[in-house]
């Protein structure tokens, strides 16, 4: 667009015509440079221009030289190619014109597909969907039911039978005779749970599917949970009818009680089920359960003050014994990293040292070696290579906002760096670890998704670039995006990003719109690519603002420390260190104090409300999308983790809950909430409304109807960002 209009102004210099025609003709095309230059919001939210292509639904093969895709053409087609060369071997299977296939897994052997269709959401990653299993020597399709659908279809190790849970209860088709086996039959909705975890299970330990063959094939282990005593919460939905919908399902919120969880193991060969007998606390949890390589089921078994762990063994007649046992003053995180080298000998991650790492123990509970050390933490666990003794993992070994790829020896002083690009690395590895696919990115650069084969470290072939992409951004007019570091009133170091107009002047006053999510764990200024906000972010600042953000106490992958030192008092020092942020960039010369605004989603409404009532001299203004207003009002696992019970730690709750501060809101404050959120219910803003309203306080308010938590579906992202965008332009 610039040639072309270098061009106008020649052509029209040497044809000398009249200079109102030339004027005309340049303001005209000045007018259509900046429209081409300009983000929109249906761009953003309805075009989903800005989204980056990934290779979705790809598998390794077994024997690691190939790699499998569900792709549509005419038909949908499950597709293999040649890892290095990424040409078509062949079309593994063809959909029915008339299916819909949303996911596959194949076989341990590779010759059957287990293929799904027709998902139906439960909550946030549970779901029920219809499952065929495709079998590809003989070329025939068998559905998995007739009687409904189900949910955590799986194989058996041997591909000759599927389990699934339906309606509360374990199933087992045999495929070669066709006969469905009913493994537990006391399942009822709001009661017990069989094979499934409940709400705050699923939602808080990462678990929905509970229930695993063992590796023989011969047994089934399962969590039964018995939700009786729980207390039920009401969603209201509406859909244009007489009198509105009404759906109850049971949420334990902090304090109150949880559902009471056993471990059960079923023998298909007797067809008996045994419970295995777990001492300890009543009042505990099962988050996860897992057999070894050799056929002994564990269970870690969790106090329900989440700091101590037992890993507990359980042999062939279900009597339990101690493998490991971890404790932490403050709470211990459960992930699904447990790995077995061999058969007395596992990997295991903990923060004991200060910071998160990988151990080798044996199963007699005492630690062999540690694998990783240093002020530096892993960050996410891909896999143990037995051949080549190999742990392979993710690391911010080098730049809190990074993260890179590398293998470290469980024999030797031995880390090697894989990842050669900066920013965030993410890897899949093969199953035989030859290669592995990685996907990288960083803020202003979209991912690229490529194959490296491993033990050469060398780049095999590029599968995604999103070249396209790439491209389409460089027609719009981008600032400069800075990371940057500042110090607290504290002392403490925090880490934070700056995107600043295409335009900027360090002579003028900029107004700042700083984003928070700011909860345990999460990061904000990690160095990837955000396919939705960035570019709303960027839109801002073509707009005169300055956009930024700030990492505070209690996010990683900073240590243990700096991650716990939130502990009993969730909120109190997220707050301190995003007003001290806030007093930062006031202090900055192009950065006009009385013009700062926060914005959050989830925890970070609930931060984004705290800081304009708590920070009410340094905010102008805020917007909170369904936010926490009170921690009484959230479930038992995340809230507890973190805080104890109410009756506990009373003042923690009362002084770090938005609602007990509402009346000190000075500034214009939005608060935005979907009415069948069934995660942070909508309790919290009618509430939090309520109590504005009580208080005399001005504030503006968008509810969603039979939205959920991540406001989705139909035009509903589009609408709430142009209801966002407008109040900025107005208040800030």
Known sequence: MENIL???????????????????????????????????????????????????????????????RLETQQQQQINE???????????????????????????????????ESDPEQIYRHSY????????????????????????????????????????????????????EIQVTADGEANKIINGATDWVYEEEFSIERAFFWSPDGTKIAFLRFDESKVKEFTLTNYFNELYPNESKYKYPKAGEKNAEVSVHIYDLAAKKTNKIEIEGEGDQYIPRIQWSNEGELCIFRLNRYQNHLVILKA????????????????????????????????????????????????????MIRQLTKGEWEVTDFYGFDPQKKRIYFQAAAEKSMNREV???????????????????????????????????????????????????????????????????LEEYKMGQHNYFKFKNEEGIELNGWMMLPDNFD?????????????????????NTWDNGNYMWFRMLTQKGYIVATVDNRGTEPRGEKFRKCTYMELGKLETIDQISAAKYFGSLAYVDKNRIGIFGWSYGGYLSSLCISKGNEFFKMAIAVAPVTNWKWYDTIYTERYMRTPAENNSG????????????????????????????????????????????????????TNKNH???????????????????????
């Open 6 to 68: 270098k061009s106008a102004q020649t052509y029209f210099t040497k044809m000398k015509k009249n200079t109102f025609v030339l004027s005309l003709c340049l303001v005209v095309l000045s007018q259509l440079y900046a429209q081409k230059n300009q983000i929109t919001l249906e761009e953003i939210w309805n075009e989903y221009k800005f989204y980056s292509e990934s290779p979705e639904g790809l598998n390794f093969t077994k024997d690691g030289k190939f790699y499998t």
């Open 81 to 115: 190619y040649d890892i290095r060369t990424g040409k078509q071997t062949r079309t593994i299977y063809t959909a029915s014109t008339n299916a819909k296939i949303s996911s596959y897994t194949f076989s341990d052997d590779e010759n059957k597909i287990l293929l």
């Open 128 to 179: 029920k969907a219809n499952f065929f299993v495709y079998d590809r020597e003989s070329k025939i399709n068998q559905k998995v039911s007739e009687k409904g659908k189900q949910s955590y279809a799986i194989f058996s190790p041997k591909a000759d039978k599927v389990a699934f849970v339906r309606d509360n209860n374990i199933f087992i088709k045999d495929l070669k005779g066709g006969t």
């Open 315 to 366: 042999d062939k007649k279900g009597k339990t014994s101690v493998m490991f046992e971890e404790k932490n003053k403050y709470f211990i995180d459960i992930n699904n990293h447990l790995t077995f080298v061999d058969k007395d000998k596992f990997i295991w991650m903990s923060e004991m040292d200060g910071y998160n790492h990988l151990y080798l123990y044996g199963t007699d509970g005492k």
């Open 406 to 472: 590398y293998w470290v020896s469980t024999f030797a002083d031995e880390k090697v760096k894989l990842s050669t690009s900066a920013g965030k690395n993410e890897a899949v590895f093969s199953s035989n670890f030859q290669y592995y696919f990685n996907n990288y990115s960083t803020v202003t650069k979209p991912p690229v998704h490529a194959v490296y084969e491993t033990e050469a470290n060398t780049l095999v072939r590029v599968v995604e670039d999103n070249q396209k992409l790439v491209n389409l």
């Open 506 to 526: 360090p002579s003028k006053k900029y107004p700042v719109f700083m984003y928070v999510y700011g909860g345990p764990n999460t990061p904000s200024s990690i």
């Open 653 to 704: 709750y009362e002084d770090n809950s938005p609602i007990n501060f509402a009346d000190r809101i000075k500034g214009k404050y939005l608060l935005v909430h979907g009415i069948s959120d069934d995660n942070v219910h909508f309790q919290h803003a009618a509430e939090m409304s309520r109590v504005l309203v009580e208080k005399n306080v001005d504030f503006e308010q968008l509810f969603y």
């Open 710 to 732: 991540s406001l989705r579906g139909g035009m509903t992202r589009l609408h709430l960002y142009k209801k966002m965008t407008n109040f900025i332009l107005e208040h800030l």
